[in-house]
């Protein structure tokens, strides 16, 4: 049996297994083992039910006082109820969609559960939500992982396949403890004081001792941040080989260019700008990432590149995230640069162009990568919110031109005769308004060279931000009335289109906002008066496009949208943002909506309404009251946060990290020294590491 064996060659998986276990990325026995609980519960110290608080997560001892099951109006749920009680009180325990639970647990019998101890509004009583569920006389370990889990796929059957894999005494043929081959070398280990990984892959799912899950988690994370920081090490290392064309510095129309404009440059914007050209004027392609807060004025720095490479006669692309965005950067950009004849075109879904040769600049959206769009003569590409962008599809971008050396060009490139002939490849500038602090940008982005415009244009006003409650939402919109009655404008976001988006299965997002239920609602009863648009995914760009006309011209008083307008957006006259069902965004997109609004000379607000109210969401809601600062508030995040994802950086070029917290600072800069002291040594010097980073070129994080 190998690592890459099917998952149906284990005892207890059939085809209809196989296909549950595949919805969660498991098809062989290496992706069994890489499937990491999500928690573990420690049986052995049981709580009381007279001690337990709303929102904990708990493990009880107690016997089933009654048993019953009932299912929803429509019959598409089985909901399992049971009356649990020790000496100290009582409490409803709750499961979903477990019928088979009735032959399994009876009235009298004393039982352990875990689970999520919630409030059961419309009864006025704690209840239950059990997760796990273990006989306390069953001999067995006191500590259960509990994994992510799919209906019909639970935590009890996963530990039940991987146990025997990890088990020297395993019947099944083939089956050894040791499944890998330690790929650190051993003075990182040491250095580290790292258990060996295979112990690591045992102790994550089966610990003994608490302690076991600590070290466990420590080598596992480790393994994964310094893999991420080797990979973009290494491809820094190769790219640094390429060729890419040396563009001039002309200083006397970026004078020109930055005196044209109705605003003094920042001193931050004018470092970073600097940066740029510079790289520009070497023969190495930049690969660098412009990281800047909403409004801080990147795309104008940006336009400043473009200038550079249109004067040395070299074509730009401009990449962003929606149409939306990519019509609004034409327009704006058309007008920054018109004084120097440079041509701008326009390439989306909805606006196909079939001749891009004669056009110094095109901006469009994902319809740049299609296979048959070719750039004869690229020089720089500039991608807007590049986590919305992975690393293949940068790649395929510099790949798109079939600019080469010729023998003229050798002074212009920098570069000898016995390279003429290879093929060029463009400078790239990415972008990004989500804030990420710069040890975690370098070890997650440790590709690129970083530049941080961390000031703000002067004049640039705060947006004061309230989290109003339910009973105060009657004065938020007195407030937005009073404001379109001064001609302002305001954005109501929803994190749904439509009120049957919500996933049945999960009850607690049935109160979640939908765009076009609020729409109905704001156009009919609040303010039947005013002038109200849509805006979501779904429609088609020509809608889509005509709102935003009528927006941007005033022909519409409140925009009612989805998450589509979450980049780049630039109305001035637009002072409020209202945003439905806050818990539901990141704090990054969060910070992102209030973007919208205080772009002008009036003063704006940001109102934030939550309809499931948690510790958690109090934590994060207050924290955009307090934090007007992009990089600050991205550091907050990370301390409530704690371990998982840092919001807002889900992407196909960013790791999905399992064990990793983003928040331990420290564990990152060891890992990205470490990988620091590979490429130093030369990786060639390490050949089990080059196999484990060709075997992870196929994962989707390094593609």
């Known amino acids: 049996m190998k690592l890459e064996t099917s998952i149906l060659s284990l005892t207890g998986v059939g085809p209809k297994m196989a296909e549950k276990l595949k919805r969660l990325g498991i098809e062989n026995i290496r992706d069994l083992l890489f499937y990491f609980p999500r928690s573990w519960d420690d049986f052995s110290k049981p709580r009381k039910i007279a001690s337990l608080r709303i929102n904990e997560d708990v493990i009880i001892k107690a016997k089933i006082f009654q048993i019953k099951q009932n299912r929803t109006r429509r019959r598409w749920m089985s909901i399992i109820e049971a009356l649990l009680v020790d000496d100290s009180g009582e409490i409803k325990a709750i499961w979903f969609n477990q019928p088979f639970l009735m032959n399994v647990l009876k009235p009298g019998e004393e039982w352990l559960f875990a689970g999520k101890v919630n409030w059961d509004y419309q009864k006025k009583q704690k209840t239950l939500t059990v997760t796990q569920y273990e006989n306390p006389s069953a001999d067995g370990p006191v500590i259960l992982s509990v994994y992510p889990e799919i209906e019909g796929l639970t935590s009890k ?6 146990k025997p894999l990890l088990t020297a005494k395993s019947d099944t043929p083939g089956v050894s403890e040791k499944w890998f081959g330690d790929y650190l070398p051993d003075w990182i280990i040491n250095l580290e004081n790292l258990i060996d990984l295979n112990t690591a892959i045992k102790n994550i799912h089966f610990p003994i001792k608490t302690i076991d899950i600590e070290v466990a988690k420590k080598r596992l994370a480790f393994d994964e941040l310094f893999l991420i920081g080797l990979k973009m090490l290494v491809i820094k290392k190769e790219l640094q080989k390429s060729l890419a064309p040396k563009m001039e510095i002309f200083k006397k129309d970026l004078k020109k260019f930055t005196s044209s404009l109705p605003f003094k440059l920042t001193n931050a914007q004018r470092k970073t700008a600097w940066e740029i050209i510079q790289d520009l004027n070497k023969k190495i392609p930049m690969n660098r990432l412009l990281e800047g807060d909403v409004g801080s004025g990147k795309t104008v720095v940006a336009a400043m590149a473009v200038l550079s490479a249109a004067k040395n006669n070299f074509q730009s ?8 965005l990519a019509n609004q950067h034409y327009i704006n950009i058309s007008k ?41 003569n690229l020089g720089l590409i500039i991608i807007d919110e590049q986590h919305r962008f992975g690393v293949k599809q940068r790649a395929h971008l510099r790949q798109s031109t079939d600019h080469r050396l010729p023998s003229t060009d050798e002074n212009s490139c920098g570069c000898r005769s016995s390279v003429v002939g290879k093929q060029i490849i463009p400078h790239l500038l990415s972008m990004t308004a989500t804030p990420i602090p710069r040890t975690l940008a370098l070890s997650v982005y440790g590709d690129l060279d970083l530049s941080i415009i961390n000031e703000m244009p002067v004049g640039r006003q705060k947006v004061l931000t309230k989290v109003i409650n339910a009973h105060n939402r009657d004065r938020a919109y007195r407030h937005i009335r009073e404001q379109i009655r001064k001609g302002r404008q305001g954005f109501v976001i929803c994190p749904l289109i439509k009120p049957k988006d919500v996933i049945k299965i999960n009850l607690f997002d049935a109160d979640r906002k939908s765009a076009v239920k609020e729409y109905e609602k704001l156009s009919k009863e609040i303010f039947p008066d005013l002038r109200i648009g849509l805006m979501h995914g779904k429609m088609k760009s020509k809608e889509k496009d005509e709102t935003m006309k009528k927006f941007t011209t005033g022909k519409i008083d409140i925009l009612v949208s989805t998450a589509v307008v979450e980049v780049g957006i630039d109305i001035a006259n637009a002072t409020v943002m209202m945003i439905e069902s806050a818990e539901r965004f990141g704090l990054a997109q969060l910070h992102q909506f209030r973007g919208r609004v205080g772009r002008g000379e009036h003063q704006s607000y940001c109102f934030l309404f939550a309809e499931a109210w948690s510790e958690n969401t109090k934590q994060r809601l207050n924290a955009m009251v307090t934090c007007h600062n992009g990089f600050e508030l991205a550091e907050k995040d990370l301390e409530i946060r704690g371990p998982g994802e840092l919001s807002g950086l889900r992407q196909s070029g960013l790791p999905d990290l399992k064990m990793a917290s983003l928040s331990d600072t420290i564990l990152i800069k060891k890992a990205r020294s470490a990988a620091e002291g590979i490429i130093k040594d030369g990786i060639e010097k390490y050949p089990k590491l080059q196999e484990k980073l060709a075997e992870l070129v196929g994962e989707r994080h390094l593609e």
Do not use: C
């Open 157 to 162: 059957f996963l530990r039940r396949l991987i």
């Open 317 to 324: 692309v401009w990449l962003a995230p929606t149409e939306i």
């Open 336 to 376: 920054l640069l018109k004084s120097f004849k440079i041509k701008v075109g326009l390439l989306t879904s909805a606006n196909k162009k079939a001749d891009l040769k004669n056009d110094d600049l095109i901006i469009g959206t994902h319809a740049i990568l299609q296979k048959d769009v070719h750039i004869s």
